[in-house]
């Protein structure tokens, strides 16, 4: 709810302010017939988004879901896997429809370092760079490769595909450090690209398999499905899950997070307690 | 069995985990010292992040210590006045050793300063013990007495105290000073310091070799529990999971340690320790001298 809030305010009011400067303007400046047809154009407009909706829900190009709307992470946590299927209205394959997803997860800060030789003899850490907002886990699976779907500008506006993602980054500006968070991401296996196709049953119905690794990052994750027809996104559908820590797992990361003290002192007094107690069994026996 | 560490964010197997707690815990037990300068350089082997073990590795040098601290304090062995003294200056060192951490940590060379610390102490160390074993094993056959302790510059000092277990009259600045340098050492090395201390205790305090393990013992176990404290606190880095799974086979390793360091003679098992700890310090230096498989690491931003 909070998360949603900040992000949906300042969209609407900045549609509002602009239509009503806009109207306003057209009216004071223009003559009284034109300021008519101004209003009526708008009138049309506002049918049209209204309507649109209810078309779309005749026809229904696309229809998506999830298998799982939470992946829990307990103490016996060893990665996950998400599917993701759906159908279309038109046959998917070769010639007809393509379908593309993309799973984006919470994104965080990330420092990239490169070592250096220092005095000629150890290698050290060297010039950083710093990334503002990089997604903690990608992926991208489609009928075909994102870059034989669509042209190459719609797929860099939309960040399908690794090499489109928008990594910004202040500090060391060497490209090297942009291609090596794509190395290290993809190693951990965070970052997927056409790790598995999409894979289409009876023409219609399509399905794929992501996994989600043990190290993914918990929060809010969001799923895209598009459909691509000629080279243009027709539809899409967007979903969304949450990765959370449940149990045990959960209990030590809150604990930790927010009373680290009494976790201090909880560490201690039970590391002590494990000592005295192997002590007292291992003497008796 | 995999089991996910809620701190360090990763899935490990557990019974990798117990089974490095058992031998670093056996040859704890063997040695007597706590094994925190072999653990968290395995821990770090193994990929837990080095911030999660140095923190988890003390905590884990706190509860292997403890049972071994209740048998020395039971046969009185343990200079409470001295381990007092130590600990004033491990307190103050440790809160040091913590800051100089975060601010590693913030520029980025934890891993690095995390290496040379170990390279740097533990080879000294480690090459300060095996000469001293091999000549006291080369006396022992020749058999010429030593004087129980030489007087030089420190025993000049002011504030002078007497401990009476130690059977000394010294001034408490250089016990102290030894407390602060291993608080620092043991903050950013996740050790409980004991393998120096115990031959600081011996070769510059000149105290008595039957009460030095376990006055040692006592200046570590509390040390422990204040970096334990000072990293869950400032750093949040400590992973309660992993310790525990550590200690379960390392109290029961330290038991069959000590039982078996019973049967070897104090100089060939210091002879034995110092080789130990001169191995590690070498593959560290090898990790720091070799090229790097991949030059680029990342981490979070902090």
């Known amino acids: ?285 | 069995m995999q089991v996910y560490l809620p701190i360090a964010e990763m899935s490990v197997d557990a019974l990798l985990l117990v089974g490095i707690g058992f031998a670093v815990g056996w040859l704890s037990g063997l040695f007597g010292v706590g094994g925190g300068f072999l653990l968290t350089p395995v821990l770090i082997l193994i990929g837990i992040p080095s911030p999660v073990a140095v923190a988890s590795g003390a905590n884990q040098t706190l509860g292997a210590s403890v049972s071994g601290l209740i048998a020395q304090w039971r046969r009185g062995n343990v200079d409470a006045r001295m381990g007092t003294v130590l600990l004033a200056g491990g307190f103050a060192g440790s809160v040091a050793g913590v800051q100089l951490f975060a601010l590693l940590r913030r520029i980025g060379q934890v891993d690095l300063a995390v290496s040379l610390f170990y390279v740097v102490v533990l080879g000294t160390v480690g090459a300060l013990m095996v000469m001293e074993s091999v000549r006291a094993i080369l006396r022992r056959r020749t058999a010429t007495r030593r004087k129980l302790h030489e007087h030089f510059w420190m025993h000049g000092l002011p504030l002078k105290i007497r401990f009476r277990k130690s059977r000394l009259y010294i001034s408490v600045i250089p016990p102290a000073l030894i407390g602060f340098g291993i608080g620092v050492l043991s903050a950013v090395m996740g050790v409980g310091g004991g393998f120096m201390l115990v031959p600081a205790m011996i070769y510059l305090l000149g105290m008595p070799t039957g009460v030095v393990i376990g006055t040692s013992l006592f200046q570590v176990v509390f040390v422990a529990a204040n970096v334990t404290l000072l990293q869950a606190v400032q750093l949040g880095s400590v992973d309660l999971l992993l310790t525990m799974l550590l200690l379960l086979g390392g109290v029961a390793g330290a038991q069959f340690g000590a039982a078996m360091g019973t049967r070897l003679r104090g100089e060939e098992t210091r002879a034995l320790l110092g080789l130990m700890v001169l191995a590690v310090a070498i593959s560290l230096l090898w990790g720091l001298l070799r090229t790097p498989a991949n030059l680029y690491s990342s981490g979070p931003a902090l």
């Open chain 1, 1 to 285: 709810m909070s998360l949603r809030r900040p992000a949906g305010l300042p969209c609407r009011s900045a549609a509002g302010s602009s239509c009503r400067s806009a109207v306003g303007l057209s009216c004071r400046s223009a003559a009284g017939l034109s300021c008519r047809s101004a209003a009526g154009l708008l009138a049309l407009l506002a049918l049209l988004v209204l309507a649109a909706p209810r078309a779309l829900a005749q026809e229904v190009p696309l229809v998506a879901a999830l298998s799982q709307t939470a992946v829990e992470v307990s103490t016996g946590f060893t990665g996950a896997a998400l599917m993701v299927f759906g159908s279309t209205e038109a046959p998917i394959g070769p010639g007809g429809d393509e379908i593309l997803v993309v799973v984006r997860g919470p994104t965080r800060p990330l420092v990239v370092r490169r070592k250096v030789k220092a005095l000629g003899l150890i290698w050290v850490n060297g010039p950083a760079a710093r990334f503002a907002q990089v997604p903690g886990f990608y992926a991208i699976a489609g009928t075909r490769p994102a870059w034989q779907l669509l042209p190459e500008e719609v797929r860099q506006q939309n960040g399908l595909g690794l090499d489109a993602l928008p990594l910004v980054s202040t500090g060391a500006r060497a490209p090297g450090f942009r291609a090596a968070v794509l190395e290290l991401e993809t190693a951990s296996g965070l970052w997927l690209e056409d790790a598995a196709p999409v894979e289409i049953g009876g023409s219609r119905l399509f399905h794929v398999q992501l996994p989600l690794p043990a190290a993914v990052p918990t929060g809010e994750y969001r799923v895209e499905v598009l459909l691509v027809r000629s080279r243009r996104i027709v539809a899409r559908e967007e979903m969304g899950f949450r990765v959370d820590r449940v149990g045990t797992a959960d209990r030590i990361a809150t604990i930790a997070d927010t009373r680290p003290l009494v976790y201090g002192v909880l560490c201690v007094l039970l590391a002590a307690l494990a000592g005295w107690v192997g002590s007292i069994l291992f003497r008796r026996s």
